[in-house]
């Protein structure tokens, strides 16, 4: 059994986690590996449930653990770093890094815009517009999810196989006359919901990186609103140099 200082000041589950975090830090855990059980913890130190599981959940929530339903936890990969100033596209961005970007697309079909969606595009509330819910990959595991939302005229111009190989902009610009011009970005820290628990592997209330977008065509009209969720174990977004 492993040590911990009962008569520390240090409370018990921060001295499991400095452990865990030496044992990360050093290289005795690498990435992607399963670490011990709840249970193997609880015995090996020689403390209750409630102490490891708040020590994990640190190391959760710090981006260093994945918890998986029905797998255990694993070490978290080191995180993809991007940020709107590089000119490559995300997914030029993981070919770069040698990470095998992909695409799975869900779900695409007109809907009835909501307040939100038909605000963005300026278009009247339950205007028709098409949706296309797809995962995003990153050496066939699942990232992220999108969900993007077109102006009907735009939907009907899209190819389809650009839907299968790229992002937003992939498909965007394979149309001339829909050149983007501009953008912007909402970025904030959300909590997973239950379809982010269903499509990313998740725990409900597991970090994610929300980004909404909105983009327009070289004559202003809005031509996609995007709201894009990330893992916020595997994805950072920088701003700035």
Known sequence: MLNVDRNSPLPLHYQLKQYLLEQIESGVWQPNDLIPSEQELQTLFGV???TVRQALRDLVYEGLLIRERGRGTF???PKMTHSPADHRSLTEFMLDKAIKPGWQVLNQEFVEASREVASALALPHRARVY???RLRLANDEPIGQHTAYLPEEVAFLIDQSALREGGSLNYINHLPQMASSRAT???????????????LHLSLGSPIL???????????EAIEFLQARYRGDRFKYQIGE
């Open 210 to 220: 929300q980004i909404t977008r909105t983009i327009w065509s070289m004559q202003g």
């Open 48 to 50: 209750s449930r409630i």
């Open 75 to 77: 070490v978290a990969p």
């Open 185 to 199: 970005r909402v970025i904030e820290a959300v909590a997973a919901s239950d379809l982010d628990t269903r499509w």
């Open 131 to 133: 949706r296309i819910h």
